[in-house]
């Protein structure tokens, strides 16, 4: 494959966005694709545009950073020097919405240069090191100057063969973007079935029936301060689960089990503290970051992790508590924390056994479900990140067909 190489300043226009994060009185409300949007997506979206953040511009910025379908925009500034230079794509039109500060937005000159390959190069470990060896700045802050997005080297096959290149990928993309989706669908269903049978308590009855609704008893409970079906009792989290302490990982040398901290997925090590359905709560951090996991894991030691002492009791101790605000807990004095005896005395709504039996039985199939999606969603993710230098060094070719919707 015949490659040409060119400064990506000559082939494309670059912006670099100074709009912030405020609102100002006189200027136009607009909506911001921040660096965060950029930093964790291969593509910014419409359903991605949902959860952008509110401000305010000045109609030269809006003319100058508004994104388009075709775009690319790009990290140019952080703490850290891995965090610049990241791309992503912007795969769909937009009505008002521009790149935030700490970005920059490039224009493809669309007779030489592809959006989505351009994406896709700025991927490769080619780029990667043009920006860790160009980044200015130490210490507090990195940087990617003007100059040195202007210089960025890039390397183009044909405009066919970029298109060929960049749909494929992009098509990898959206089907991992469509399982997010499917997960997040799979995630409020399963809320509301949990809201539905230990929130409104219309959980069916001997009849099939919704039991609060259908005027099922209902009896004043004291310490919860409501009423809950007469059947049913009060509880701490301590009657469900046997609280644990993390361990420290560094130690442990790579492999397959994941290590959680208290803001998610840390590394995956050779060996794990604990093999089964466990919630996780932070001790140190984001506290009110609680995680369910049902497989073998490691949790570090400003984690607590659980043992459950009850059946089928899992999920709906984890959707019973991860709606509290554990941060008014907070025992620190500097980074917030969490004491076992704070959580253990977390006081709970304590359905029959046979209630929450059965809404293990037909939550699981969602869950499973959410999980089955989560690892086709890293399959999908390897299979992209390991075609994508093949497919720059010419030692894999593109199907046509397959690069197309």
């Known amino acids: 494959m015949e490659l040409k190489k060119y400064k990506l300043g000559d082939i494309a226009k670059i912006e670099i966005s100074g709009v912030d994060k405020k609102s100002v009185d006189g200027e136009t409300p607009v909506r911001l694709c921040n660096f965060v949007d950029v930093y964790r997506n291969w593509a910014i979206t419409q359903k991605l545009s949902e959860n952008f953040m509110i401000a305010s511009a000045k109609e030269t910025e809006i003319a100058k950073c508004s994104i388009h379908k075709g775009k690319v925009a790009i990290t140019k500034d952080s703490e850290t020097r891995d965090d610049i230079g990241i791309p992503a794509y912007i795969a769909d039109d937009f009505d008002n919405v521009l790149l935030g500060y700490h970005c920059a937005l490039i224009t493809p000159n669309d007779d030489v240069l592809d959006g989505k390959y351009l994406n896709a190069f700025m991927h490769t470990r080619y780029i990667q090191k043009y920006f860790e060896n160009n980044a200015s700045g130490s210490g507090q802050r990195y940087t990617l100057s ?127 503290i604990y093999s089964g359905e466990s919630i996780l709560m932070p001790r140190k951090g984001s506290l009110n970051n609680i995680m369910y996991v049902n497989d073998a894991f490691w949790s570090v030691d400003t984690m607590f992790y659980s043992e459950m002492k009850q059946p089928h009791c899992a999920k709906y101790v984890f959707y019973s508590i991860k709606d509290i605000d554990f941060t008014r807990w907070d025992s620190g004095t500097g980074v917030p924390s969490m004491t076992s005896s704070t959580l253990y005395s977390i006081l709970l709504v304590k359905p029959d056994a046979d209630s929450l039996a059965k809404f293990d039985e037909i939550i699981t199939p969602l869950f499973l479900m959410i999980k089955k999606n989560e690892m086709q969603i890293v399959e999908l993710t390897k299979q992209r990140d390991d075609l994508l230098p093949l497919l720059m060094n010419g030692q894999a070719s593109v199907n046509y067909h397959l690069s197309h919707d």
């Open 146 to 272: 003007n100059e040195t997005i202007f210089q960025i080297p890039i390397l183009l096959p044909s405009l066919e063969v970029q298109k060929a290149i960049g749909n494929l990928l992009s098509n990898i993309d959206r089907k991992i973007e469509l399982n997010r989706q499917i997960n997040d669908n799979l995630e409020k269903m399963a809320k509301q079935l949990y809201d539905y049978w230990f929130v409104q308590f219309d959980f069916p009855n001997e009849n099939g029936r919704p039991y609060k609704s259908s005027g099922g008893a209902m009896v004043w409970n004291e310490k919860l301060k409501r009423e809950i079906p007469k059947e049913w009792d009060n509880c701490t989290l301590e009657y469900y689960l046997i609280i644990k302490n993390g361990r420290d990982h560094k130690h442990l040398g790579n492999g397959i089990y994941p290590v959680y901290g208290s803001g998610g997925e840390i590394r995956k090590v050779d060996s794990f």
